[in-house]
């Protein structure tokens, strides 16, 4: 790999630790980070089958309140620069999914280290507001955040400095029954993420529309967009209706809650 | 005082810009407060001229502060119009301020999360994987750049619709609209949620039902057929009449479960999973879990 590409995926890594914590471009989202680098290593094709894989198992990965999910930033960094270094292409897209399922637990134990690294940045931002320091207020935080952009940097700078031949030599010793094996797993893991995602929205009310949409995917001819447009129409069906039941039910007086009854009255 | 102090446009945008740090200093001590500060300075540099009052105004601002980083944006407009009354000369004190910020940050919160990180992010997620997966470079171009507008069209605007409304919000929220908009997307994202696991939560199991031999002339008949292209062009129309390439008609499992309801094992799998969500399990310990199942029945000759 060349010195300018080593360069570009280290700052990849910054971006993707930066937004780990921000939570806003999306950088650390597999999908952006894998494809970035495999753009920047001219592994394009590879990066971006790595980072879709990916994204469908990191899906239901979100940071609630104080709570933080696996680390979906060193997972993408990493396996991306593991599939990179592998030298297998697309074929190796599964090994390298392998690896980076235990790299976002361990980057869990990062993101908890810096978090507590920023109690101390947080008080002195309080003295510089203590002086009305404005500058240096703006500057801590500035640190801080750049502090999150190492966190993954520092270890993708590592990663780069292990021979290619032995990350293919590591990959290439995993037998295919292995792989074939984590590949199928990988199939199944991405229940995980829905399952969280369903567990958080559930209510009694719309474990219907649950149905209606797992019905209606079974037709193959319906593409994603189509299902979406399905059910924003569905929800604002709904949201209507609801307005109208409530209305008649509030109403009082003359409104009975029976159409059909004011369509005679009136006559 | 003279002239009214006004907040432009240009000092809300440069709030609004900087609000995308707002997590930058998140610690487990008080969270979004130092992001919250580095977000009102443009306003408190145009607000307060001296020392003393600016100190202030950071000070106030550094109190404890969490939300959804996208909804804090309602929140900054609120404030900022308060803090621009009250430099004005109006009777606002630090408790109103604070009140208003810890008012809105509970409930806005709540119709973040189900809004941002269970709907638009795993549908565009899927949405971009799905294509990703094939290697299209669709697939993360539409992730990314749907996702920016979406989230950035949202900070101004909600932004800006807290500085108009002022502290007024508050009603206007907690009213029917907030109700509305997590309600609806709950609906969107169940049903969008269970069409992915119909489509991507893949179990092939492998293990064949039965093997049934087939009567004579409903297979093509290789040992007859004419030599060179003109028994390919037999062999092929012969399957597209319908016949099978083989003797045998091979069923698998995965073919009869397809028959009665396609995706059914991975919709158990999905609510296996929630069943171990609810009773404590932690995620990762179940996605190592299931990598293991994977790979034990790989090599069982079941999926």
Redesign the interface.
């Known amino acids: 790999m060349s010195a300018i590409s080593m360069i570009l995926v280290v700052l990849v890594a910054f971006l993707a630790g930066?937004e780990g914590?921000?939570?806003?471009?999306?950088f650390h989202?597999p999908?952006?980070a894998c494809?970035l680098i495999g753009l920047v290593t001219g592994n394009?094709?590879a990066g971006?089958?790595l980072?879709?894989?990916l994204?469908?198992?990191?899906?239901?990965w979100?940071?609630?309140?104080?709570a933080v999910?696996?680390d979906a930033a060193l997972a993408s960094v990493a396996s991306a620069i593991i599939l990179v270094l592998g030298g297998q292409g697309?074929k190796g897209v599964p090994a390298a999914i392998?690896v980076a399922?235990?790299l976002?637990?361990a980057g869990?134990f990062l993101t908890m280290v810096v978090?507590?690294l920023?109690?101390p940045?947080?008080h002195a931002?309080?003295a510089?507001?203590?002086?009305?320091n404005?500058r240096k207020?703006?500057v801590?935080?500035?640190l801080?955040?750049c502090m999150?952009g190492i966190r993954i940097a520092i270890p993708a700078a590592a990663l780069l400095f292990i021979p290619a031949k032995t990350v293919a030599g590591f990959l290439n010793s995993m037998p295919a029954?292995?792989t074939?094996?984590?590949?199928?797993?990988?199939?199944?893991?991405?229940?995980?993420?829905?399952?969280?995602?369903?567990?958080?929205?559930?209510?009694k009310?719309?474990?219907p529309?649950?149905?209606?949409?797992?019905v209606?995917?079974?037709i193959t001819q319906l593409t994603?967009?189509a299902?979406?447009a399905?059910?924003?129409a569905?929800?604002?069906i709904?949201?209507n209706l609801e307005k109208m039941g409530g209305s008649s039910n509030g109403g009082g007086g003359n409104n009975t809650g029976d159409p059909l009854g004011e369509i005679l009255n009136d006559y | 005082m003279a002239d009214k102090i006004e907040l432009t446009k240009k000092d809300r945008l440069a709030v609004a810009w900087r609000s995308?740090?707002?997590?930058?200093?998140?610690?487990?001590?008080?969270?979004q407060?130092?992001?919250w500060?580095?977000s009102m300075?443009p306003a408190?540099?145009k607000l307060y001229k001296t020392?003393?009052d600016?100190?202030a105004a950071?000070?106030r601002h550094?109190e404890f502060f969490?939300t959804h980083?996208y909804l804090a944006s309602p929140i900054l407009g609120v404030t900022l119009a308060l803090e621009e009354e009250r430099a004005n000369g109006a009777d606002i004190d630090d408790v109103a301020i604070q009140g208003v910020k810890v008012g809105m940050m509970g409930p806005l919160?709540g119709v973040g999360?189900?809004v941002f990180?269970?709907?638009v992010?795993?549908?565009l997620?899927?949405?971009?994987?799905?294509?990703?997966?094939?290697?299209?470079?669709l697939?993360?171009i539409i992730?990314?750049v749907a996702?920016?507008i979406i989230?950035m069209g949202f900070m101004w605007y909600t932004q800006e619709f807290g500085y108009k409304a002022g502290s007024k919000i508050t009603e206007d929220l907690s009213g029917g609209l907030l109700k509305?908009i997590t309600?609806?997307?709950?609906?969107?994202?169940?049903?969008?949620?269970?069409?992915?696991?119909?489509?991507?939560?893949?179990?092939?199991f492998t293990p064949v039902v039965s093997t049934v031999k087939l009567a004579k002339g409903a297979f093509i008949d290789w040992t007859n057929m004419p030599k060179g292209s003109a028994g390919v062009q037999q062999a092929l129309q012969d399957q597209a009449s319908g016949l099978s390439l083989t003797p045998d008609k091979v069923t698998t499992l995965q073919q009869n479960l397809d028959q009665l309801i396609?995706?059914l094992a991975?919709?158990l799998?999905?609510?296996?999973?929630?069943w171990?969500?609810?009773k404590k399990v932690s995620?990762?310990v179940?996605?190592?879990g299931?990598?293991?199942?994977?790979?034990?029945?790989?090599?069982l000759h079941i999926?």
């Open positions: 930066i914590i921000l939570d806003e471009f999306e989202q999908l952006v494809t394009f094709t971006i089958v980072g879709g894989t994204q469908m198992i990191a899906l239901g979100a940071n609630i309140g104080a999910s696996p697309v392998a399922v235990p976002a637990v869990l978090r507590t920023a109690v940045i947080v931002m309080d510089a507001a203590e002086q009305g404005i207020l703006e801590w935080h500035i801080a955040i999150q029954w292995l074939d094996g984590m590949a199928i797993g990988g199939g199944l893991v991405v229940a995980v993420g829905y399952a969280l995602v369903i567990n958080m929205m559930a209510t009310e719309v474990w529309f649950f149905v209606l949409g797992f209606v995917a079974a994603l967009i299902i979406g399905i059910g924003v569905l929800a604002l709904y949201l | 995308t740090f707002i997590q930058g200093s998140w610690n487990y001590e008080r969270m407060n130092g992001g500060t580095f300075i408190i540099k020392k003393e600016r100190a950071m000070k550094m969490n980083p919160a999360d189900p990180w269970f709907t992010r795993p549908m997620g899927a949405l971009g994987a799905s294509l990703a997966i094939g290697g299209n470079i697939g993360p992730f990314f996702w920016n989230r509305d309600k609806g997307a709950s609906i969107l994202g169940m049903f969008v949620l269970a069409a992915l696991v119909e489509r991507w939560v893949s179990i092939k396609p995706g991975g919709l799998l999905t609510f296996l999973c929630m171990l969500l609810k995620p990762i179940i996605i190592l299931l990598f293991v199942v994977g790979i034990g029945a790989h090599v999926l």
